[in-house]
T-cell receptor, first 113, second 111 residues
């Protein structure tokens, strides 16, 4: 079955460390996205990519980095420059020419300890 | 980003009808989505509106007025499992299919 997989589901990071969240899709979707969600809040866009080897900053890109070397993969690195990284991170993908919305992964809950 | 406003919380009774409103800035509008999100889970797609009018899909309907920058999600015959957060989202202008989400409306369905 096609889908979008995020790993790990839970992640703990020490302050000052970088950490990479994985996102893989086998839906042949063109575009991929990363969002952050804080308790009681909506989703805020971190980065998005519409094609391989290209990506754009969203509203809250500072302290994060991404790569899009393959169509299927869009990993997100949370760097030590991100001052408040504890959050629920959601990856999504979509067809570029369709209007049925996103397919979301199940999310990664990152906690700084 | 565009300002998207939704009520923070709503409560309704099982079997009743509830309407969740969403307002947004009209400049650069290119489509509006509604998603449902249960606690601790990923959002799931409910509806998409790009033209004015009502889209009906089973117990859920979504309405759009582009001139007023207004949409609503109508949930009929409420069930306990409808207790969730409902997110309104619009496409960012000139950014492909990237979506700007509102903060969501937390709906509690009571017996």
């Amino acid at each position: 079955d096609g889908g979008i997989t995020q790993s790990p589901k839970y992640l703990f990071r020490k302050e000052g460390q970088n950490v990479t969240l994985s996102c893989e899709q086998n839906l042949n979707h063109d575009a991929m996205y990363w969002y952050r969600q804080d308790p009681g809040q909506g989703l805020r866009l971190i980065y998005y990519s519409q094609i391989v080897n290209d990506f754009q900053k969203g509203d809250i890109a500072e302290g994060y980095s991404v790569s899009r070397e393959k169509k299927e993969s869009f990993p997100l690195t949370v760097t030590s420059a991100q001052k408040n990284p504890t959050a629920f991170y959601l990856c999504a993908s979509s067809m570029f020419d369709r209007d049925y919305g996103y397919t979301f992964g199940s999310g990664t809950r990152l906690t700084v300890v | 980003g565009q300002n998207i406003d939704q009520p923070t919380e709503m409560t309704a009774t099982e079997g009743a009808i509830v309407q969740i409103n969403c307002t947004y800035q009209t400049s650069g509008f290119n489509g509006l989505f509604w998603y449902q999100q249960h606690a601790g889970e990923a959002p799931t797609f409910l509806s998409y509106n790009v033209l004015d009018g009502l889209e009906e899909k089973g117990r859920f309907s979504s309405f759009l007025s582009r001139s007023k920058g207004y949409s609503y999600l109508l949930l009929k015959e409420l069930q306990m499992k409808d207790s969730a957060s409902y997110l309104c989202a619009v496409k960012y202008p000139n950014s492909g299919y990237a979506l700007n989400f509102g903060k969501g409306t937390s709906l509690l369905v009571t017996p």
